[in-house]
Each structure stands twice: as C-alpha cells, then as structure tokens.
C-alpha cells in the first residue's frame, strides 16, 4: 500500500515554510483534490469542474492561555513551490459533511458560517482514499473539542464506524511516528494524543464494554437474521402483554373516571341546549336592529337629499334673480361720470350672470328648464338695451368732444404762432368709458364696429384740421430764399449756382412737421386701438424709438395707458390676431386726408430748393426706420409716401438738370471746357452738405444719371468736329477730374466715374500727341511702318530691296524729315500750344508729347541698325538732348 501523504514529512516542512511569516505551527498536510462540480455516474468530474491539485495543511498558534487553529489552503506556483492560496479558523467551522455524490466516500466539504457568499458552493476535497478522509476528520474534529470546546456538525459520517476506525489505526500511526528518526517528535506525539481524545471522546469506556457484550450476545451468522427477528417480536409481545396486565389491576380507578366523564357530558349537553335558545333570541334581536337601521339610513338620506336640493334651488333662484338697483341701471340710468362706477358695476353682473347661465358654469340637467330659458331671455333683452342705449350714447359724446375743440379757435396754430396738438384732455375723458367699452365688446361685440366708425370719422375731423393749420402757419413763418432750379443749363451764366441762398429752414420745417405729428398720429393710433378694445400689440413700447431719433421719455401724465385690466387674461402680448386687418381699415378712416397737408410741405420745400429733398429723404427714413409696431400701419403707409413723393420730385428736378446738359449739344461749336462740368462739381458739393441718414442711395442715383448724361452728351459735341474732338475730351475729362478731385476720394460713386473720365483722359492724350507728331514726322514714321508691316512676311535682310525702301529711299527720308529736326519740334510745341485753351494743360501734354516722340524715334532707330546696319541717322541720346534743352 502506498505511503499516505500525511506522513510525507518534506511536505510538511514545505508547508511550514509557505506559512512562516504567521509564526503558527504546522499539526498536519496532507494533499487533496478541489473541485466544485458534481459528480457523474462514473464517479468523475464533470465537464467544467476539473479538480485541481491542492494542499491542507492545519496549523495551531498559542496566543497567551489560548490556542487557536488554522486550516491552510496551498497550492504549487509555476516553479513548484507551495503558496498559501486561502486561509480559514476552525473557530468558525460549523458543518462536516461527506458528499453523498462520491460513492467511494472520499469527498468531504467542510461548512464555515463566516463566509460572505453562502450562495456559491463551498469547495469539494476529495482524499486517496478513506483512510487518509478518516485521518484528516479526526484531526479537525479532536482540535476543535480539544481547543476551540465544541464540535462541528457531521452529516453522512458514522461516529461509531469513526471511533472504531480510531481504536484500529492508532496504534500503527502510533507506531509509525515514532519509528520516523528525521521527523519531528512533538507533532507525532500531538497527533497521537488527538487521535486518542477522539476515540474517548465519541464513545465512553463504559459505553464500548456495554456495546460489545450486546453485539456478543446477538453476534450470528447472517442466515439468522430471521430468528433473531423473530425473537425480538416474541419479547415486545411479552413487555405489551406485562402493560395491558397492569391496566386492567386499575380498573377501579377506571370507573370513577368514566362516571366523572358522564356527569360532566349532561352538564354540556344542558348548556348546549340553552345557547341554542339564547342564539335564537339573538337572531330575532339582530333582525329588528337591521330592519331599524335601514329605515333610519333611508330617512338620512332622504334628509340629506332635502337639503341638498334646497341648496342646490336656492343657488339656482340666487342665479336667476336680477337685482333691482342693476336692472334700473342697466334700462334707464345715466352715463354721466359720476355714475360710471355703478354702470360698470352693473356690466360685471350682467355679464357674469349670463355666463352663469350657460352650460359650463351650469348643470346641463337646468339648462333647458323653463325658468332658466325664461330667465335667460330676460338678460338678453336687459343686455341688448344696455348695448344700445350706451352705444348711442358714445356715438353723441365722441362728436359733441369733437365739435368743441374744433369750435374753440386756441387748439390751432395761428399767425404767428406754432401751436403742438395737444390731446390730453380729449384721451382723459375717453379713459372714463375705456372700461364701459370693454364690457360692451364682452357683451355683444358687433357694437364695436358703429362706434369705431363714429369715433374715427370724429377724429378724423380734428385732426385734418390740427395738420392743416399747423402745415399753413409753418410755411408762412419759414423765411428761406427760392434757389434757381437751373443748375446745369448752358444758357446761364457760369456763377449763377455760387449765389445761392442758404435753405436749411426749409427741411428744419419738414423735420419739425414730422416731429410734431408722426409721434401724435402713433400715440392717436396707440390710443384707439387700446381704447377700442383692439386685440393687438402695444404700438410704442415704454422707452421706445416714436420719432425715429430720439427716444421718448415715459410721461405719466401723457401715457396713452388706460389704465385698465384686460378682462380676457388669456390675450397674449405679439400675438397677432384677426383684429389687426380690422385696425388698419379703422386707422385709414381715422387718418385719411391727414397726408395732403404733409404734401404740401414738401412741395413747398421743392419749389423753394429742390436739393433740400435730399435731407427731407433722409430725415422721413429715419422715421421709417423707427416704427416696427404692427397697429402702426397707416404712419408707416404715409411715411412710405412722403419718402415715395420726396423721391419723385428729386427725380423730376434730376431729369430737369440732365435735360439742360444735353441742351448743350444743339448749341454752336463748343471750344474749352464745357459749362456744366464746374458746376456739377458744384452741384455735387451741395448736395453732399444736404445727405442725413438713408439718403446716400438717392444721391448716388443721381450721380450716375448725372454724370452719364454729362459723358454722352460729351462724346455727342466732339464727335460733332472730328477735328477738335480729342482736344475737346481731354480738356473736359481733366477739367471734371480736377473739379471732383476731393469728393472723389470719400464719394465711391464718384470715385469710379473719376477713374472712368481718367481713363478717357489718357486715351483722348494719347490719340491728339499721336496726330501732332505724324503733322511734322509723317514720312519718317510712315518710312518705320512700312518696314514693320513688311517684317511680318519676309526677312530684314530682303527689305532694303523692296520699292521705295531702299537705302537711297533712307537717306531722302532722313534728310527730309531731321534736317533743322529743332524747327520742326518748335512747331509741334506751338501747334499743340495753339490748340489748347486750357494753359494749365500745356506742360504736362508737353512732356507726353516729348516722351511719345522718343519713344518713336527709338524704335525707329532699332529699325534701322536692324535692316540698315551700314547707314548712320543722329542718334536717340542727341535727341533726347535737343529736346531737354527746348
């Protein structure tokens, strides 16, 4: 038999040496096998549990009068070498059981109440066989009595077969201990004591005696397990027999514990059969107090229900009742101010009374009820008298308001005197009914269209009026000279535009009519579309741009605020609505005519200055740009109008300007520089002083209608005399260039028709330099051209035997063409000095001229060193000199 590893004493030192460091004492170590499956039929792992090689080692460790036990899991590292894989107390072992899956019985787990996962199966230790099993219990088992004062649970363990086991192999292991001469002496001692303990302990000396006499008395063989069956039933028969003998020697004793039971039955029986009656009487009894309580509970609620529907008709009666002073008020009462608080009063009841009537505030089962139609109809007739009585009422106040202001002579501007509009009284005493109409819209909105009518077609009046008075008194208080409308005619004398008289009173007046009456015509607008019960946007928000330049401070005394709560909480601020087309057909009616008055100021200021409509464009754009309310409609239709009509007159006085320029073509031959070009740069200059704000677009306008007039009308005088046309364009062109020279550098318009007339400048130089050099060098260069024209088709080398280019032919050109070559530059000087008018022109046409013809005369000369390489002409250095000097 092999050698069990128990008594391998290397691998108990190896042991002792993974688990140095704990300073605790190795008992016992043994090798075993892990694993966590199940086991098969075959008696083999499963697929998944392999089992893997490990060690147990238990070790001990004396802490003062205490000693404490250890169970020691290792396992072999990759260099063979034990390591301590896992460590538990045996303080905490609770359970030792044998795994009923192995039939060879060599399988054991042991349980420990201190683990965290009592979900995950404890590790399986399977052993070589029983003995080392055996061996291995009885170690832990002797330790945990003799150590730790108790023992664990054992399951699927024999303590008997143990114990026996124990008696059988001490002595050997005993034995074998002692014989080991390299082992150490103490731990065989150590186990044999504990195997001794573990046979006293599981089984007594006196329970082993008593235990082998029985088993030696009833030692057989197996056949007679039968008749020692039989033997045992033959003895339990007697011992019953023994029992029932001594009952029956009590039998007294019996008897009076029958008679007992007996009396003790009539007494329940008697008792029995009067809870019977009792429990009848009961039955009656709780049948009468049912029968009481539901008739009880029936007349609650009948009383409950009475008082229910009392509740219920005296609400409805308060519903339907119309109080006396209301129904007074709403029929006859007036509507002078001091009464406007009870009328309001009055509204609010009414019209919450008929929506209490209607079925959301009201039971569909009393909405078809006689009295409730009855009643219903009742408030329909008090409100429709209501409506029209007030209606009427409105319709003669906002007139009668009306015709006295208009009556009274001091709400007008009047000679000498510029007088504001001023509405405040006129909107405070409108504010006194803002609230009446509001009611009247929840009441019946159809009401509102007759009263908004009247109340434009009253106001409209008024302000006409305010407008046609101011826009009178400001035209005859303004003191502007006329300015001539002819700027750019031919006709008239050149310093006509010099003299003109300073006009900004004239748009100063525009800008103060706007001033004035585009903020009114807003607030007026704001005003009624508040106070008409409009569901629309504010049209000037608090600190809002009003006039397009300054903003508006918040005037608690001016502010068009009504000063009232908007009785449909749900309108939403922005949000437009289906009133807004409404409004604007409302604001036309109030407003229409009112923009005559404004026509006539800039047709005024027209006919005064036409270019003052340059600053009127710019000063109504900035209005424009400050009005983004939606309610604004009709102010911006009429500023889009004045801007529209400021526009057409500017372009009629254009068109008039470029008539006068082209009037210049169908005068007599034009010499010098034409009389429109100055004065445009004039013009220009002036209307630059008058551009504000948006007008920039106007200006430029003009400008390229201008100056595209000015170019073709320009280009139609010189092509009228050929001969003088070059003369005619670059004078113009340098007369337009030195006129417009610095606006052209913050103008852009006018910066690209400056580098236009430029480029027509040089071309015109160009060509008039071109025709005075060929007047006085014609056969020489005409020689040169030739030559070039014929270099395009044969060699240099065959040129000087063509006809008429010979050498001879050469030297009659150059003789011809540069004897007294000092002469004929004289000439060319005072021939362009002849054509000239303007002086200032001279010298730099001078230096082109002087530039042009050496350039010429170079290429000439690179002609001749080519074709003719033999024939000497005066060179270009001498040339050059000859000219510096004249």
């Known amino acids: 038999m092999a050698k069990s ?156 077969e143990m114990a026996l086991w124990a008696k059988e192999n001490t002595p050997a292991v005993a034995k074998q201990q002692g014989t080991l001469q390299d082992g150490p002496v103490m731990a065989a001692v150590v186990e044999d004591d504990m195997k ?66 007996d009396a003790a039955t009539n007494c329940v029986e008697d008792m029995d059969e009067w809870l019977n009656i009792f429990n009848v009487k009961l039955r009656h009894m709780r049948e009468d107090i049912e029968s009481i309580e539901m008739r009880n509970n029936k007349l609650e609620m009948q009383s409950v229900n009475n008082k229910s529907l009392i509740e219920e008709l005296d609400k409805l009666l308060e519903k339907l009742r119309i109080p006396s002073e209301y129904a007074a008020c709403l029929t006859g009462g007036s509507f002078d101010e001091a009464r406007m608080l009870q009328n309001i009063e009055a509204c609010e009841w009414l019209a919450n009374a008929l929506q209490n009537l209607e079925v959301p505030k009201l039971d569909r089962c009393y909405a078809n009820m006689r009295a409730v139609r009855e009643k219903r109809a009742e408030l329909d007739k008090l409100r429709n008298t209501f409506v029209k009585r007030a209606s009427e009422f409105l319709r003669n106040y906002f007139a009668s308001l009306v015709d006295f202001m208009i009556s009274d002579k001091s709400y007008f501007s009047q000679r000498g005197q510029l007088k504001r509009p001023d509405h405040a009284d006129l909107r405070y005493k409108c504010r006194t009914y803002a609230r009446l109409l509001q009611h009247l819209k929840s009441l019946d909105k159809n009401c509102l269209g007759p009263l908004r009518k009247a109340y434009c077609s009253s106001l409209n009046l008024l302000l006409r009026r305010e407008a046609r008075e101011f826009a009178n008194e400001l035209r005859a208080s303004t003191k502007a000279s006329r300015n001539p409308t002819v700027w750019l005619d031919g006709s008239t004398g050149s310093n006509q535009s010099a003299s003109s008289a300073d006009t900004s009173t004239v748009s100063e007046a525009y800008a103060k009519m706007l001033t004035i009456f585009i903020p009114l015509l807003v607030d007026e607008s704001s005003f009624f579309a508040h106070f008409m019960c409009f569901e629309v946007p504010a049209l000037v928000p608090p600190g809002g741009l009003a006039n397009g330049n300054k903003t508006v401070p918040i005037d608690d005394d001016n502010d068009d605020d009504l000063g009232i709560m908007d009785i449909d909480d749900n309108d939403k601020a922005g949000e437009k609505t289906a009133d807004l087309q409404a409004l604007n057909e409302s604001l036309h009616d109030l407003l229409d005519g009112i923009q005559e008055d404004f026509y006539a100021v800039v047709d005024w200021a027209y006919k005064i200055d036409p270019l003052r409509c340059i600053s009127m464009h710019g000063i109504t754009e900035r209005y424009i740009s400050g009005q983004k309310a939606d309610a604004a409609g009709f102010v911006r239709l009429l500023l889009d109008d004045l801007e529209n009509r400021i526009s057409t007159q500017f372009s009629r006085f254009v068109d008039e300007a470029c008539h006068q320029i082209e009037r210049n073509e169908r005068n007599v031959r034009q010499v010098g520089v034409l009389s429109y070009i100055p004065r445009f740069a004039t013009l220009a200059t002036r209307m630059e002083q008058y551009i504000q704000g948006q007008s920039r677009d106007l200006v430029d306008q003009a400008y390229t209608k201008f100056v595209t007039v000015m170019f073709v009308t320009l280009d139609k005088i010189a092509q009228a005399d050929p001969k003088y046309a070059d003369i005619l364009l670059l004078e113009n062109y340098a007369a337009f260039q030195n006129s417009l020279y610095d606006l052209a550098n913050v103008v852009p318009t006018l910066a690209k028709f400056y580098h236009q007339a430029s480029e027509s400048y040089e071309q015109a130089c160009t060509r008039f330099i071109s025709t005075i050099i060929y007047y006085q060098f014609e056969r020489l260069f005409q020689f040169a051209r030739r030559i070039e024209d014929l270099m395009y088709t044969i060699t240099p080398e065959e040129i000087p035997f063509q006809l008429g280019l010979s050498k001879m032919d050469l030297r009659k050109v150059v003789k011809s063409s540069l004897s007294g070559v000092d002469k004929s530059i004289s000439a060319m000087y005072k021939r362009l000095q002849k054509n000239l008018t303007s002086e200032e022109l001279l010298p730099s046409l001078w230096d082109k001229c002087k530039k042009e013809f050496l350039d010429k005369y170079d290429s000439f000369a690179q002609l001749v060193a080519k074709i003719y390489p033999t024939e000497t002409i005066p060179a270009v250095s001498e040339m050059r000199e000859l000219l510096a000097s004249m």
């Open 196 to 261: 001794v303990t573990v046979e006293r302990e599981l089984v007594s000396q006196a329970e082993e005696e008593d235990m082998e006499a029985l088993l030696g008395t009833y030692v057989m063989g197996i056949g007679e397990a039968e008749a020692f069956s039989e033997r045992l039933k033959r003895e339990l028969q007697a011992l019953e027999a023994a029992n029932v003998h001594a009952i029956l020697e009590n039998e007294p004793l019996i008897n009076e514990v029958l008679q007992g039971l």
């Open 5 to 160: 590893s128990a008594d391998d004493e290397d691998l108990r030192r190896a042991c002792q040496a993974a688990i140095e460091d704990t300073k605790q004492d190795v008992v016992m170590s043994i090798r075993v096998a892990k694993s966590r499956g199940i086991w098969s039929k075959a008696g083999k792992l499963g697929r998944g549990h392999m089992a893997k090689p490990r060690v147990l080692a238990i070790s001990t460790k004396a802490k003062g009068q205490q000693t404490k036990a250890f169970l020691h899991v290792l396992k072999y590292s990759s260099g063979g070498v034990l390591e301590p894989a896992k460590l538990y107390k045996l303080k905490h072992l609770s359970k030792v059981e044998v795994a009923t899956s192995d039939p060879s019985g060599c399988t054991f787990v042991l349980g420990f109440d201190n683990l965290r996962s009592q979900s995950v199966a404890p590790p399986q230790w399977t052993m070589r066989n029983i003995d080392d099993r055996n061996r291995t219990l009885l170690c832990i088992l002797n330790i945990c009595k003799d150590m730790l004062g108790r023992l664990p649970k054992v399951v699927g363990i024999d303590v008997v």
